[in-house]
């Protein structure tokens, strides 16, 4: 194709993250705000419900802000933000060369200290091609940062996607792509805005902790401050949703909101004997009326 098309399909996430949530999106879309401000989606990974209330217009005229952690991920996104064809470019030259040698070669570059250096664009490739690519679309780097994964066992890997990558350049127009900490991001949110928050989970059981997005994971400690900044956003306006597993832990720091319990199928887990269903929750920040001010909030305009 090579150009930009002039009425790109829908977008979709483009990359296979652990913890997605597009099976979930029907449920998600029941929990939504009648009305609201500007959205927030501060624990990005793939996107899913950014890419689908784009698509249904549910954005339209609204600051949208999404942020990560994870620091190749954000790179990329803002790659396909400025500059698509270049990083479609790149995906084509990697799909013509991918094989077992290539995947560790591209793998490797960010043992090297040019990495740094390498045009936004490529690396934004390289990180596309490794998620398709790797085991399990997994992104897990050892304590240095260097990305582990190993090849995954496909035949034939969907490397270049190129009609979605434009709709996913022509979504992120306008977006604040924003690379650090959800606190951080949170600062911006004002009442009547609506943040989804889907951090990490909770795990499990104790070996079951997948949470190495990033070097730094997301501990028992990071799940009770973002519980008291659910908290706090929630008692200043902001419409807050959230995803977590369902644990007692999870469902003791949350109790005095709405949850519902929801099933989700994981195919992302390191042990083949703990895929399958789990059970996750969705917690959803009433509006409680206000003693002081002028703003009335109801629970009523969720
Ligand atoms: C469960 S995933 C989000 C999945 C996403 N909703 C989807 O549909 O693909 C959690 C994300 O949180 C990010 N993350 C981890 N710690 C973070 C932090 N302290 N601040 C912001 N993002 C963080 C990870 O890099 C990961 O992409």
Aim: net charge positive; charged share 25%.
């Amino acid at each position: 194709m090579n150009y930009r098309p002039l009425f790109p399909p829908s977008p979709s996430p483009f990359l296979k993250w652990a913890g997605g949530k597009r099976q979930l999106l029907p449920l998600l879309l029941n929990h939504l705000p009648r009305q609201f401000n500007n959205y927030f989606e501060p624990f990005l990974g793939g996107g899913a419900l950014f890419f689908e209330l784009y698509s249904l217009g549910k954005l339209e005229g609204k600051k949208v802000f999404l942020g990560d952690a994870n620091r190749e991920l954000i790179l990329t996104y803002r790659a396909l933000q400025r500059e698509p064809k270049r990083v479609i470019d790149h995906l084509r030259e990697f799909q013509r060369s991918h094989s077992k040698e290539f995947y560790y070669f591209v793998r490797g570059w960010d043992r090297g200290e040019e990495f740094e250096t390498l045009e936004p664009a490529l690396r934004g490739a390289r990180f596309i091609y490794l998620n398709r690519t790797c085991f399990n679309g997994l992104w897990r780097v050892n304590r240095n940062g260097y990305f582990n994964v190993p090849m995954g066992d496909y035949k034939n890997p969907k490397i270049l996607d190129e009609e979605n990558l434009w709709a996913v350049s022509e979504a992120l127009q306008g977006v604040t792509l924003f690379n650090g900490d959800y606190k951080e991001l949170l600062k911006l949110a004002q009442p009547g805005d609506f943040v989804y928050l889907d951090p990490p989970y909770h795990p499990l059981t104790s070996t079951s902790n997948f949470t190495s997005y990033t070097k730094e994971s997301f501990s028992q400690e990071e799940q009770i401050k973002l519980a008291q900044l659910f908290d706090h956003l929630t008692a200043r306006g902001v419409f807050v949703l959230e995803s977590n597993s369902n644990t007692p832990f999870i469902c003791t720091l949350y109790r005095k909101y709405q949850i519902e319990i929801v099933h989700a199928n994981r195919a992302i887990n390191s042990k083949a004997s703990n895929r399958g269903k789990v059970e996750e929750v969705l917690i959803k920040g009433k509006r409680g009326s206000r003693k002081k001010g002028n703003l009335k909030m109801t629970k009523e305009s969720w």
